[in-house]
Nanobody, 115 residues
């Protein structure tokens, strides 16, 4: 099992920044890819950014150039630096970890961007 705990969400004005963190514990040696997802009210959950064990990164088009995903394997922590935030970034943000045959989720952290 893998446990994921997110933190760092909050209320910010448009143009501002936030950094989300996701602390992983449990069978973390088995984790391959990790990622950040978000879900706004009435919308489906979407992947915002992903990072492989080797450090390869992917981003949704809507956040490219504004968000940066990173992971510190020594601290078992995943990060999402979010800059130039827009009201449309408002959502619950979830951390995810994948290993063969399993997909784990955190409980989510709310990000609200005011205009």
């Amino acid at each position: 099992q893998v446990q994921l705990v997110e933190s760092g969400g909050g209320l910010v004005q448009a143009g501002g920044s936030l950094r989300l963190s996701c602390a992983a514990s449990g069978s973390i040696f088995s984790i391959n890819d990790m990622g950040w997802y978000r879900q706004a009210p009435g919308k489906e959950r979407e992947q915002v950014a992903g990072i492989s064990r080797g450090g390869s990164r992917t981003y949704a088009d809507s956040v490219k150039g504004r968000f940066t995903i990173s992971r510190d394997n020594t601290k078992n922590t995943l990060y999402l630096q979010m800059n130039s935030l827009k009201p449309e970034d408002t959502a619950m943000y979830y951390c995810a970890a994948m290993r063969p045959g399993a997909h784990y989720w955190g409980q989510g952290t709310q990000v609200t961007v005011s205009s």
